[in-house]
């Protein structure tokens, strides 16, 4: 993790506050428009300063205070036949650090969200396996459990934005994305103890849902570093995100992150199912589609200021804010560009910057009050660049849906609101 | 974060799964009691994969699903007076990895859980400063951004075990603790807008309830790592942990965390206020009490299997898993006793040994379903190691309530139950 305390303190860095100084005869509070002589919510005794609050007993699991109730996950009616066959968007923009909580999580279900209790959890490994195998969930909780921490990123992140600028929020633009530290055991573990044969090359993963959501991994990633998890954020697993097991496959697009995991059969081929043909494959400019991309390129977004949270202090210290993320590695570098690409100053990563985990960063600008067009882009530890949508677009088309990467731009009006656009 | 590639796979480590291989003639499932020829939760289709599940918009803050809700805050009746100035404890039993959620993280109230709306919200620095301030909650966010990950731990964690094992229950003879992940400011930038004067050396620390839970802190450490946090495993503070903004004080005891913080006062002195003097201070053997023991020491407790995690699958393969924590810095070593502390193995440490924050281990034992007397031990970066019960009375005596690290025993029995202990 980054050192909290690498800034030198001792002088003083910013002038916005110069007026909130108390002088001698009374309090001169606020740099906004609680200022005030004698402001009463620091001179009085309040309210709540003078009687007692909530009991330990009040709320035995926790709920988000009522004023931050617009905190939560949205679903845009338009963009999808069905609410059960859907997809809806984490609040990124009003979320601050790594960790995505699972209440505000994006979920992207096929045929719904499915109620499925350990007691009635089954999943079979077979195929081309020397022992066909059958877990009950204790048999699985025996096996060596591991800790990682993991994006899930949506192939379709992004999708809306192919053709132009046109969801006004970040957490619409890009939210279809989580971060969740897991705690569970690896695919190998259970391919180990099934035994694969040596013609076994795939591992076809399936949920207990009625879409079934099966997808091909190539046995090489599935060795390497594919959990089958139980917790997340150190609970267990929701119910919208695959109670009581669901597969990690780090950095790979989330429609491989199977839920309700039910069947792990392994073939000397892929299966080639609905789900990795007739859909998450890319459409080319050519009119043919491209099968098999798997991996999340690196990509960022600036979450604040961003449409859904204008600037409403004013010019001044102004505080810049996003996520970065590979599928590749570790984010090694984050750039912010003011002026539409034209400039680019190296942002702070807060925090850690874990593999194929979000990363967060922060730039301090002093803004001067005139537009400017936000824009950041993610260096991974493999030297990738985030390219600008333009690049993007001269080898994909416009006629994409999937493995939008591309920089995003927010442009900041003088009056502090932001408007997602594109620039030429 | 440790690889969890690092094992080696290809060879079948263990036998207890031998009976759950498939047949050619049907399913022989399950280790445990599901076992069956043709268990129907793998052959037939269930309810759950013919039908919907929920859609995306059923739950815009989502909840654990029905059958965790075991896994909640508990308060116990006797130990205090009043809810309202009392305390709850965290499920640690129950949880994995190292990030406690907000909803189920324990809660220590003096005068109980106030609600503040960001509107309402100020903070004043003043006492030994160049130039006293009051913040509104807008000014705070102006300041450049952190992220942390910390353990908060209650002073009094493990206090009812000095007279000996009392609670059946890791979750109340630990579970005074939590571990999030924070987003804020640094406490030194605001000192630096006010300007500490020469002859300022203690940060006198309030909060906005009316128990105002007034502290003292040295200098040295404001400047150090303490953080005025927003934000918490990233989203905002829920009510009951300080919204909208709390102190964290990264390895300090959790008394010393202010909640709704309202001041910041700097003084040449502590304040000695009474949550310093007849509170949160240590009562030796004779009759004398300690104060100024801010630095929560080296610890560990194993989580399952204990008390309320007995181990129900008999034996064979067996997790033994728990947490370690060190206000000192990083944890660098646990070692795992099944013999009550005769003979000691190393443990794995699982995803991040960050400083100052909850640290998973777990250990894979074969267990041959004979009694055990389970043990763990911390070792941090310092080279400290967590004492045995017997060696901190030696120093400490039992007239105490605070700052009990010792070394816990659990009774594993050849049936499983697990009961908390002491041995001689």
Not at 32 to 48: H, M, R
Not at 222 to 249: C, I, Q, S, T
Not at 353 to 382: N, V, Y
Request: glycine fraction near 10%; charge should be negative; include cysteine.
């Amino acid at each position: 993790m980054s050192d909290p305390t690498s800034k030198a303190a001792g002088t003083s860095r910013r002038g916005f506050l110069k007026t909130t100084a108390l002088g001698g005869a009374g309090l001169v509070a606020g740099a906004g428009a609680a200022a005030a002589e004698g402001d009463p919510l620091i001179t009085k005794v309040q309210d709540w300063a003078s009687g007692f609050g909530d009991p330990v007993d009040a709320a035995p699991y926790g709920m988000p205070i009522r004023f931050e109730s617009h905190v939560v996950r949205r679903n845009v009616e338009w963009l999808t036949e069905s609410p059960v066959s859907s997809i809806n968007f984490t609040p990124i923009h009003a979320l601050e650090g790594t960790i995505t909580p699972q209440g505000v999580a994006f979920e992207r279900h096929h045929s719904g969200a499915i109620e499925l209790s350990k007691d009635d959890y089954r999943l079979m490994i077979n195929g081309l396996v020397e022992k066909p195998l059958v877990f009950t969930f204790e048999d699985l909780t025996r096996f060596p459990r591991h800790v990682l921490t993991a994006f899930c990123e949506c192939a379709a992140n992004g999708g809306m934005e192919w053709g132009g600028a046109q969801l006004e929020g970040v957490q619409f633009t890009q939210g279809m994305i989580h971060n969740m530290e897991y705690t569970g055991i690896l695919l190998k573990d259970l391919l180990a103890e099934a035994g694969v044969k040596p013609e076994g090359k795939w591992v076809y993963v399936e949920g207990a849902d009625a879409s079934s959501n099966g997808r091909s991994i190539p046995l090489e990633k599935a060795m390497e570093d594919v959990m089958v998890a139980f917790y997340a954020n150190g609970e267990a697993l929701r119910k919208e995100h695959g109670y009581p097991v669901r597969l990690v496959v780090p950095g790979w697009e989330g429609n491989m992150w199977v839920k309700w995991l039910r069947r792990i059969a392994i073939y000397d081929q892929a299966v080639e199912g609905r789900e990795e043909t007739s859909k998450y494959t890319d459409m080319m400019p050519d009119g043919r589609a491209r099968k098999w991309t798997w991996v999340m390129d690196a990509k960022s977004v600036i979450t604040s200021p961003s449409p859904q949270v204008p600037i409403r202090h004013g010019k001044g210290p102004l505080v810049i804010t996003g996520l970065a993320w590979s599928g590749n590695g570790k984010v090694t570098r984050v750039d912010v560009s003011t002026d539409g690409g034209n400039t680019w100053t190296e942002a702070r990563i807060s925090g850690d910057a874990k593999p194929k985990a979000l990363t967060r960063f922060h730039l301090d600008i002093d803004w001067d009050g005139s537009e400017m067009f936000l824009q950041s882009r993610c260096i991974d530890e493999t030297g990738y660049v985030q390219p600008t949508k333009d690049a993007l677009r001269e080898i994909r088309g416009t006629n994409n849906v999937y493995h939008n990467n591309s920089i995003q731009t927010w442009w900041v009006q003088p009056n502090g609101e932001v408007e997602n656009v594109e620039i030429a």
